[in-house]
């Protein structure tokens, strides 16, 4: 077997460890009896001059399952050994819990959210992570250092969103729910982040001048992932239609918005290393401009691993470079592989861009103007294996979202960019800034017109109680079948 194609299967079995784990409880034990037998055997035939390398293969695929097995229990067992989780639902009073607020925080229709790392309790130097439910108001921000009085308690699921496990891949096991809190120092977090949130505010100001809801929130949401200014009946809508995720800074929009970047720079005539060096930067000031939320840096992070090795290699396979990028995230933290949506969305909507977009691009739209053909390729290729994930965890069945997401994905990176030029023209020139924001107001107008419209269309959607795992059981390993076949009928190894 070639070194590439064992490196790949070492990869994929890895990641088939974490998996395994993630929703069964396997001993250690096993395979590391598999192990132990298949290295037993390979000795065996060695002494016996007649080496199998099946068996060693055999051995080193097993030895990747174990490495992702004790990736992900290691994993979990910070989860046992996290000193603030064991104060979780005490009985006695109220603790005192100094730290400092690590993130922007998390603004709701009548609260705020926010993530402090603790730096002591009740006047003992103590290390956490603490996720705080408080009023909407008095406003926090960034860098505050805070004493915060209150009852820790293990974060509960909701009835269709497991939140503990949400919060548990941001290594948080504790919360409180309307501590009092008291602000005792201002600009404590790192200076980088400071000015990259001030950065952000400016740009706030600049575009709630010139536009209101809702075409305000969807901006907002389209670039910083923020709903708050969403209208309640607007954010059903784009459920019912199949068009929630694009209104999240996901790992999805990010992709495509790298992908489609990078193809209209190779169109215009530059080398793969120039194109993608363009794309990781544009898209690197992106998810800083933004703020950069977890969500972002692990899909910048999966991106640009992809982008380096194919300019680096023009030969290396791009699945194998997806894998490999996957795995260096999965190291750093196995439970996104189940808890993390954003990461989710991220490597399907990048497997799809790679095995499917030639085949639109060169089959489905061959006769249409270049940049049409890529924007239409990449927007139906990164949908083929993120519909089913999507449905499965928003409970809704939009049977015009392949129509919608074709009519809607190729303005948005578009439209983002045009924000941001907007908001930094409007910092220094409200003119300019003007101008430009009446070419946003069209865009959202246009995304709000085609989600209207839509769901005027009968029997455009369809609305479950609850999904079983079971769907995506059934579908992914038929998408799978497909693509393979495709890839065999341009004969192409799929591996």
Request: charged residues 15%; positive net charge.
């Amino acid at each position: 077997m070639a070194k590439g194609k064992l490196f790949f299967l070492f990869c994929l079995v890895f990641v088939g460890g974490i998996f395994v784990n993630s929703f069964f409880n396997i001993s250690w034990q096993i395979p590391t009896g598999l192990l132990i037998l298949s290295l037993v055997l390979s000795l065996a035939s060695f002494l016996s001059f007649k080496l199998d390398k099946r068996l060693l293969i055999f051995a080193v695929l097993v030895f990747a399952f174990i490495l992702g097995t004790v990736c992900y229990q290691s994993e979990s067992e910070k989860i046992l050994e996290s000193q603030l989780r064991s104060f979780n639902d005490s009985d006695s009073e109220k603790i005192t819990l100094v730290g400092i607020i690590n993130d922007e925080p998390d603004l709701k229709e009548s609260s705020q959210q926010l993530r402090i790392k603790v730096e002591s309790l009740n006047n003992i130097e103590i290390k956490g992570n603490l996720q705080v439910i408080t009023s909407k108001y008095p406003s926090y921000r960034y860098g505050d250092k805070v004493k915060i009085q209150g009852k820790l308690k293990t974060p509960e699921n909701f009835e269709k969103f497991n939140y503990q496990g949400y919060l548990q891949k941001e290594r948080i096991y504790s919360m409180m729910i309307f501590p009092d809190i008291e602000v005792l120092e201002f600009e404590k977090g790192n200076p980088i982040r400071q000015i990259l949130f001030s950065f952000k505010f400016k740009f706030d100001e600049v575009w709630q001048k010139f536009l209101s809801p809702p075409h305000l929130g969807i901006f907002e949401a389209l670039v910083f992932g923020e709903e708050e200014n969403i209208p309640k009946a607007w954010k059903e809508k784009l459920n019912l239609s199949g068009t929630r995720h694009l209104t999240a800074v996901s790992g999805m929009n990010i992709t495509i918005i790298s992908f489609l970047l990078t193809g209209i720079l190779l169109g215009l005539g530059l080398w793969r290393q120039q194109a993608s060096l363009i794309s990781l930067i544009s898209i690197w000031l992106y998810i800083l401009m933004i703020g950069a939320p977890s969500s972002g840096l692990r899909a910048g992070l999966m991106v640009s691993l992809f982008l380096i090795i194919q300019a680096l290699g023009k030969s290396i396979d791009g699945l194998r470079s997806l894998l490999f990028s996957a795995v260096v995230l999965l190291i750093e933290n196995p439970l996104i592989l189940k808890f993390d949506i954003g990461f989710q969305l991220s490597f399907l909507a990048m497997a799809g861009l790679i095995s499917w977009q030639p085949f639109f691009k060169e089959k489905v739209f061959k006769k249409l103007p270049e940049l049409l053909k890529l924007s239409l390729a990449a927007t139906l290729a990164s949908q083929v294996f993120t519909l089913p994930i999507l449905i499965y965890n928003f409970g809704y069945i939009s049977l015009i979202s392949p129509l919608t997401n074709v009519l809607l994905v190729p303005i948005i990176p578009y439209l983002t960019m045009i924000g941001f030029v907007f908001g930094s023209l409007g910092i220094i020139f409200s003119f300019f800034a003007k101008i430009l924001s009446w070419f946003l107001w069209l865009g959202t107008s246009y995304i709000l017109l085609v989600v209207d419209l839509s769901l005027k269309i009968p029997f455009s959607h369809l609305v479950f109680e609850s999904i079983s795992a079971i769907f995506l059981l059934i579908v992914y390993p038929l998408l799978i079948l497909i693509t393979w076949k495709i890839k065999l009928m341009k004969k192409q190894n799929f591996i």
